[in-house]
């Protein structure tokens, strides 16, 4: 029997239906899914089947061979027991791969779960073995930042909220990727304004804390338009309140916006729905803001505003500079609004 690959909501549903399997495995660089998939997992048991029925185990310090033997123990006035191995991604190849055997033949009134946090499994026996037994497999992958927008979209209406453009972004650009706090927010929201309501920037800022008119979406917009003034003020903005934008948000929202517009400007046809094809949208929203600054920069500018940042992302580093993280946005600014438009700039 091969193994079965699955998604996390495909996965949750099961264990919320009390279909359970001999053996799990969960990893991949995303931690959030996973954490969120041992809940279910602990919570399996009563309170008084885990007493005796549930083990959490560490697999830096722990036997292979210890696991394998409480895996084949028998449940106590329980029809099943739990046994959770942690942190598998901090054990070696060859220790995992004693698990194999267990996992060619597991005992079917144990649920096994190993959890490999923040990385792929190792161990070729190991991985061999549950392909082999059908044991699930899921992968926890990190969302793509060219998917992010559409992700935090589809968990707001599956709560059953709407959301304006504008907010959308503000609340990408300012939580990111960190998965924890997103939903979080999101639930926070929902609690608050309700079934059927539409989260406004009003909203977001209020309940989230991102300012409406100083946040990362708002430098975006003046970029693209080149206007100077309200960029420098966002700036000096981000400075006096680091924790609302923290640089390396900054830049890398700048360079969505500037690796989109060359694709754009890179693009012959430039209806929407070829637009929307050629960089991945799935709204036309962004496209307003695109065609707003293909009438400012040409392809060579695009160019340079996106070497001055890879610049800027080794300056923040330390490599070649010892200036502080604001002073060095703010000279990006500065260069991003007087790109010159030539191969070679000169600043």
């Known amino acids: 029997m091969a193994a079965a690959a699955m998604t996390f909501e495909t996965l949750s549903g099961a264990l919320m239906r009390g279909e359970y399997r001999p053996v799990y495995l969960l990893h991949g660089e995303e931690g959030y899914f996973i954490d969120e998939l041992v809940k279910k997992f602990e919570n399996i048991l009563s309170d008084e089947e885990k007493e005796f029925n549930q083990y959490v185990l560490y697999a ?185 934008a923290p640089t390396v948000m900054v830049s890398a929202a700048i360079f969505s916006l500037f690796s989109d517009l060359l694709a754009f400007q890179s693009t012959s046809d430039k209806s929407d729905s070829s637009l929307m094809r050629a960089l991945n949208l799935r709204s036309p929203y962004p496209l307003k803001r695109l065609r707003a600054a293909a009438s400012h920069y040409n392809a060579w500018q695009s160019i340079e505003v996106i070497r001055a940042l890879r610049a800027f992302d080794a300056a923040t580093k330390g490599i070649g500079s010892r200036r502080g993280e604001y002073d060095l946005l703010e000279e990006l600014i500065f260069r991003i609004l007087t790109a010159p438009g030539t191969l070679f700039p000169k600043y």
């Open 60 to 244: 830096p310090q722990t036997a292979m061979e210890e696991v394998a033997d409480i895996c084949r123990r028998f449940p106590m006035l329980s029809d099943r027991q739990v046994v959770i191995l942690k942190e598998a991604q901090s054990a070696r190849a060859d220790q995992l791969d004693r698990l194999a055997r267990y996992i060619s033949n597991p005992s079917p009134q144990t649920i096994l779960v190993i959890c490999s946090r923040g990385a792929a499994a190792k161990g070729k026996e190991m991985m061999s073995a549950l392909k082999k037994s059908g044991a699930v497999i899921f992968e926890s992958k990190k969302i793509p930042e060219w998917n992010l927008a559409g992700h935090i979209q589809s968990f707001i209406n599956a709560r059953g909220l709407n959301v304006q453009p504008k907010a959308l972004e503000m609340i990408k650009d300012s939580i990111g990727t960190d998965l924890s706090r997103l939903y979080n927010e999101i639930e926070k929201l929902t609690g608050i304004l309700g079934s059927g309501a539409t989260v406004t920037p009003e909203a977001v800022e209020r309940h989230i804390g991102v300012s409406k008119d100083y946040n990362v979406y708002e430098l975006v917009d003046a970029l693209a338009v080149k206007d100077s003034g309200r960029a420098m003020r966002i700036a000096a903005y981000f400075r006096a309140n680091p924790k609302a």
